[in-house]
């Protein structure tokens, strides 16, 4: 009988018709995914040793549908419990790395990216009980919460520099857990995620306050100088035109976040 691990780990992997022109991946024939778990909407899954299983969310499709398009027979997918450690130079054991990661100038020197394949703002969420902050200034005054090494951190140390010194956390489940738990007065980290965490769980926590305006753009990184890039950026392109892209969009992360106030 196969171990439960085996079982698992079967489960995780999507099997697709075999090519004669195989695009350039670390195993021939294979997709590894690099992502950093979990987020609402984007990805959540089991992890099993670093293996991720039962995978699913708006990336983890995403990844499955670019694997048909490169006529990849499977995907797998790993966990980096930090997000940093996915930005690193360097090598890279997974082809391509996704994680709500938007493009800067400074981490484009240290890794590739991809096409962009999502427009995102940050959004600020704040715990229950709590009047909804109308501008940047009544942010300030709040215990604020971000994502260690994200554009959400740097933007709270920016722009807007709170009286009292923020608290950077290592990942996404952190932040809700002390915002339900009213340790944060606010989180700020990305709008389209913190809509979905909402709209799960209404009763943990109060309102969506709004979006900062930030103008990210999501890419998938890769391996500085990787071949895989160009044939990454053709699929793309694909599911951009045949609108499997926005379907996928509107089925996990439902609402268009440019709708929100927006908090200046």
Not at 42 to 49: I, K, L, P, S
């Given at each position: 009988m196969r171990s439960l691990v085996a079982a698992l780990a079967i489960a995780a992997t999507l099997v697709l018709p075999a090519s004669a022109a195989a695009p350039p991946t670390k195993t021939p024939g294979e997709l590894l995914v690099g992502l950093a778990m979990p987020s609402a909407g984007?990805?959540?899954?089991?992890?099993?040793?670093r293996d991720v299983?039962?995978?699913?969310?708006?990336?983890?499709?995403?990844?499955?549908?670019?694997?048909?398009?490169?006529?990849?027979?499977?995907?797998?997918?790993?966990?980096?419990?930090?997000?940093?450690?996915?930005?690193?130079?360097?090598?890279?054991?997974?082809?391509?790395?996704?994680?709500?990661?938007?493009?800067?100038?400074?981490?484009?020197k240290r890794v590739d990216f991809s096409s962009p394949y999502l427009a995102v703002d940050q959004g600020v969420l704040v715990r229950a009980g709590l009047p909804r902050p109308g501008s940047l200034a009544a942010l300030r005054s709040l215990q604020l919460c971000a994502e260690r090494a994200s554009t959400g951190g740097q933007l709270v140390l920016d722009r807007i520099k709170p009286r009292r010194k923020p608290r950077l956390l290592e990942n996404p489940s952190k932040l809700s857990y002390e915002l339900f738990t009213k340790r944060c007065d606010a989180i700020v980290f990305d709008a389209p995620a913190l809509a979905v965490l909402r709209r799960q769980a209404p009763d943990r926590y109060g309102a969506l306050a709004g979006r900062i305006v930030t103008n990210e753009r999501y890419a998938i990184a890769l391996e500085r100088g990787s071949p895989l890039r160009p044939r990454l950026d053709a699929a793309l392109r694909g599911l951009v035109a045949d609108g499997t892209l926005e379907r996928l969009r509107k089925r996990w992360l439902g609402t268009d976040t440019a709708r929100l106030p927006t908090l200046r």
């Open positions: 984007f990805q959540v899954g089991a992890v099993r040793g299983v039962f995978a699913k969310g708006f990336e983890i499709d995403l990844a499955r549908e670019l694997a048909k398009r490169l006529e990849l027979r499977r995907v797998r997918f790993v966990n980096e419990p930090l997000f940093s450690t996915l930005l690193v130079a360097g090598r890279k054991e997974w082809d391509v790395a996704l994680a709500q990661i938007s493009v800067t100038s400074a981490r484009a």
